[in-house]
């Protein structure tokens, strides 16, 4: 127990390393601040151009596949000590002590996590997620609806009650920090996804549900 314990510590807390944030501030101003306030890779490519994101995603995923990685090679007896690193270093995303615990959304962290876990899910599941986004033309869902699905693919492949258990832990954060997401929807004032090449008529969709509301 106080290996995983400890690796959750360490997880957080690489969890907490936010590019996004960093790079913003070197930049000069807070990336939460700016587009949809979030301090995440998506923001990122808003506020401060496509290869940034670009990087900055590249970073989060990297950031979590290296923590459960790591731990997978010095632990490989305690498969849980892995799973609880992966999830909170989606916790330290989220949550970062030194931001007053405002940080992402936690996305490309779940993907380090299943990277970790098998290349070929990965691969498979971003797959998923793109048609998904594609057919709902809403990015947010994606990443809820492949936080449950990894925890039930783990939980029905490896036969793995706790570590079903854990990973819907990460899920429910995930969904959590995307509740404000889907009010949007409800109300018809989240961008859809077609915005990156409809950008004048989502804008004007957008603002005329924000006025008639």
């Known amino acids: 127990m106080k290996w995983v314990l400890a690796c959750g ?3 957080y ?48 995923i990297f950031k979590s596949y290296l923590v459960v990685t790591a731990i997978m090679y ?20 989220m949550f970062p002590f030194y931001m007053g615990f405002k940080g992402g959304k936690g996305f490309a962290c779940l993907g380090g996590l299943i990277l970790a876990y098998s290349s070929k899910l990965f691969v498979i599941m971003l797959a998923a997620v793109f048609l998904l986004v594609l057919i709902t033309d809403y990015i947010c869902i994606g990443p809820m609806a492949a936080s449950v699905a990894f925890a039930a693919i783990y939980g029905i492949y490896e036969k793995d009650v706790m570590g079903f258990a854990i990973l819907m832990v990460g899920a429910l954060l995930i969904i959590y920090k995307h509740i404000e997401n889907i009010k949007r929807i409800k109300e018809g004032r989240e961008v859809h996804f077609s915005f990156l090449w409809r950008k004048d008529e989502e804008t004007q969709r957008v603002q005329k549900n924000m006025e008639d509301k």
Not at 15 to 23: A, D, M, Q, V
Not at 41 to 60: H, P, Q, V, W
Not at 74 to 93: S, T, Y
């Open 9 to 11: 510590v360490i997880g």
């Open 13 to 60: 807390l690489v969890g907490t390393i936010n590019p996004s944030y960093l790079i913003a501030k070197i930049k000069g101003f807070d990336i939460r601040g700016r587009g949809s306030g979030n301090a995440g890779g998506s923001n990122a490519l808003i506020t401060m151009g496509n290869k940034i994101g670009a990087i900055c995603m590249i970073l989060d």
């Open 74 to 93: 010095f632990l490989p007896e305690n498969k849980h000590a892995a799973i609880v690193a992966g999830v909170m270093c989606i916790v330290g995303h």
